[in-house]
């Protein structure tokens, strides 16, 4: 065999980004996230019956939500003592302004394809479910409620909460110097969301679908896990208990009472009503206390450096969850289509179809993003790095998930 | 002239869709007795039923409920069906099943419309005049906006207490089913507040969602699966399915067979 020598321009980029640091759990449970997202949001997919909605008082929301709380603490908050608060904070809004800029043209696209199905269809529910017939109710006003993100039809209210909670932490990302601080902050606008109803306001509806006042503090809690972590507690096997008992619970509610009408009407009208009733606007307690026992019992369970998480089979996972901003925007247009294809024949031979059709989509989405930025990374500079440019801080990869 | 158009329009309609009627003549889709039967009687209305042998009802609901399923600016598809919806389809089969009877139906409400929105029309018809019996459709806006169930149970209880000081039985009915709705909405948690207000007394709980889930698996109504062509027909064939099935919870609970 011919060796070749090293040639930075023709080495094999690696669409999956590796580094001592990087946490591939993180990826990839993002990437499930995003699975799990595209599947549910599926009007008749089986595979939405075994995601993780089905079996905790959590979903996959919560999930996406800790995890970009977490990539955002990474990314930003490490680099805070170096580059400053306003350097960081600016780095942060920008990405609020990407994530921004994408949330406005998935909702003309995602506008695009739901009104021209439902005219030429004749699916007027299509409207109704979406909350796309506001649009056509008044026309010019909804274009300015979509671009103030007041207006947010169904499946296109995610986007506007991570670029509210972007803002968010650019405003408080100071005080990280001050975990506790931070934390305790964020603990009393989630109190206060939840006792008030305290919610932004929305043109549509009475609040946004997504209180941010509330969610901000699963946000947070993720960046807080990222750059301060707790110290490990001395009986974390209380918490691991704690944990377990918690999340069998979650098992029985979602799976044992709430399918069944007869044992739901009987818990709802008995004093166990308060674990069955919940709601995912304002980040019900239950929904909380469920994913950050799913968390501890994952940092309990894998390891950081686990072996699987670099094995072929984690690989896809893994890619999409690196790329998240975009396979989710078009996992929201091929899901939409995917529900036609159901809609049109709901053998098991569609399911089967829509959901590889899905997969192959969001990979190849990941995997064509994931090439853009190796081969970004892989160019030559321009001009050759003088010693000054070398001192200079290295900018924080943003964290692009 | 008009009934000569209207007799001539039904007949084409059941000539059209034979699934509108069995040959025995019975309903044309399945109304499991443990769906078409409260959990508690209804006391207003069968002492109604007893002396004026008639029924002074109020709907109050949403968008199924008035009939306007449309979406606004897209008028070419605008299903407005007023004087059809289940409400309307109700009272005929009740009337079908009670020939004798006076039945008088009043519809409110509108397409969107919360249980906040509504409360207010409630009361207001309550302390206008004496109604035997109100059915309140409420929870879809509501589950489909995520506002708060807390909120929904205290608007609905604020409901359960004027029916009770105006002596009338109160008819909850949940979200109608649908793909969409058990995809991308948590419908569970307002579920369980409707359900508990059935712990007030001349309370019940229509379950729709059940039903119309039950009509969707065996394919009998399947609004989401209807092609183009069936849409219309689908529509007619849900409300007087839905209808017949309240007339017979309503029977029921008076405790007539």
Same mark, same amino acid.
């Given at each position: 065999m011919p060796t070749y020598p090293a040639d930075p321009t023709c080495a094999r980029m690696d669409l999956i980004r590796h580094s001592a640091a990087r946490d591939l759990r993180v990826d990839f449970f993002r990437g499930l996230a995003l699975w799990w997202i595209y599947t549910d949001h599926i009007p008749g997919n089986v595979l939405g019956d075994f995601s993780l909605r089905n079996f905790a008082m959590c979903d996959a929301t919560e999930v996406f939500v800790l995890l970009a709380g977490?990539?955002?603490?990474?990314?930003?908050?490490?680099?805070?003592?170096?580059?400053?608060y306003i350097s960081t904070a600016a780095d942060v809004m920008k990405r609020a302004?990407?994530?921004y800029v994408a949330h406005i043209f998935l909702f003309v696209l995602f506008t695009a394809q739901v009104t021209y199905s439902a005219t030429s269809l004749n699916r007027l529910n299509y409207l109704s479910e979406t909350r796309l017939d506001v649009l056509g109710d008044d026309p010019y006003r909804s274009m300015l409620e979509a671009l103030l993100l007041r207006f947010q039809p169904s499946l296109l209210n995610i986007l506007p909460l991570y670029v509210v909670l972007l803002v968010f932490f650019a405003a408080t990302i100071w005080l990280l110097r001050w975990p506790r601080l931070l934390f305790g902050f964020s603990l009393a606008i989630y109190t206060l969301a939840r006792l008030t109803g305290l919610n932004l306001d929305s043109w549509d509806a009475g609040g946004w679908f997504f209180n941010p006042l509330a969610w901000q503090f699963l946000f947070i809690i993720g960046a807080l896990l990222a750059c301060a972590p707790m110290r490990p507690p001395k009986r974390a096997w209380l918490l691991d208990v704690g944990a377990a008992t918690f999340l069998v619970l979650g098992v029985v509610v979602t799976l044992v009472i709430e399918p069944y009408p007869h044992r739901l009407e009987w818990v709802s009208n008995s004093p166990l009503w308060l674990l069955v009733v919940e709601d995912k606007t304002s980040l019900h307690p239950h929904r909380l206390i469920s994913i950050l026992s799913l968390t501890w019992l994952c940092v309990r369970l894998i390891r950081f450096d686990a072996a699987w998480l670099r094995s072929r089979w984690a690989a896809p996972l893994v890619l999409v969850g690196q790329n998240s901003l975009p396979v989710f925007c078009s996992g929201i247009v091929i899901g939409f289509i995917a529900r036609l294809g159901l809609e049109y024949d709901d053998s098991a031979w569609m399911e089967g179809a829509i959901n590889?059709?899905?997969?192959?989509?969001?990979?190849?989405?990941?995997?064509?993003?994931?090439?853009?930025?190796?081969?970004?990374?892989?160019?030559?500079p321009r001009a050759m790095p003088t010693v000054a440019s070398a001192l200079l801080p290295v900018n924080v990869q943003p964290d692009t998930g | 002239m008009q009934w000569l158009f209207r007799g001539f329009l039904l007949f084409a309609l059941l000539a059209a869709n034979p699934a509108l009627v069995r040959a025995d003549g019975g309903?044309?889709?399945?109304?499991?007795?443990?769906?078409?039967?409260?959990?508690?009687?209804?006391?207003?209305?069968?002492?109604?039923?007893?002396?004026?042998?008639?029924?002074d009802i109020l709907a109050l609901g949403s968008g199924s409920t008035v009939g306007d399923s449309s979406g606004a600016g897209a008028a070419a598809l605008s299903y407005r069906a007023p004087g059809a919806s289940y409400p309307y389809r109700m009272v005929e089969s009740l009337r079908a099943l009670r020939p004798s009877g006076h039945f008088q139906l009043t519809v409110k409400g509108g397409r969107d419309m919360t249980a906040e929105l509504m409360l207010p029309i409630l009361q207001e018809e309550l302390s206008a005049r004496h109604y035997d019996l109100v059915l309140w459709q409420t929870g879809t806006v509501e589950a489909v906006r995520g506002l708060r169930p807390d909120g929904l149970r205290e608007l609905l209880q604020d409901g359960v207490d004027a029916a009770a000081k105006a002596n009338v039985d109160l008819v909850l009915i949940d979200p109608q089913f649908s793909r969409f709705l058990r995809a991308n909405i948590d419908v569970s948690p307002y579920e369980t507040v409707l359900q508990q207000m059935t712990g007030n007394p001349d309370v019940t709980l229509?379950? $729709?969602?059940?039903?119309?889930? %039950?009509?969707?698996?065996?394919?009998?109504?399947? +609004?989401? !699966?209807?092609?183009?062509?069936? $849409?219309?027909?689908?529509?007619? %064939?849900?409300?007087?399915?839905?209808?017949?099935? +309240?007339? !017979?919870?309503?029977?029921?609970?008076?405790?007539?067979?």
């Open positions: 977490y990539g955002a603490g990474l990314s930003y908050g490490l680099g805070l003592g170096r580059n400053g302004w990407t994530l590889l059709f899905g997969a192959v989509g969001m990979l190849a989405v990941g995997a064509l993003a994931a090439w853009y930025r190796a081969k970004g990374r892989a160019k030559p | 309903p044309a889709c399945e109304l499991p007795p443990d769906l078409t039967t409260p959990t508690d009687p209804l006391p207003n209305v069968a002492a109604a039923l007893r002396t004026k042998n008639g029924l229509f379950h $729709r969602f059940d039903l119309t889930q %039950l009509w969707v698996g065996s394919g009998e109504i399947d +609004l989401e !699966r209807a092609g183009r062509e069936q $849409r219309d027909r689908t529509i007619v %064939l849900l409300n007087s399915c839905l209808g017949e099935a +309240l007339a !017979r919870y309503v029977l029921a609970g008076a405790g007539e067979p």
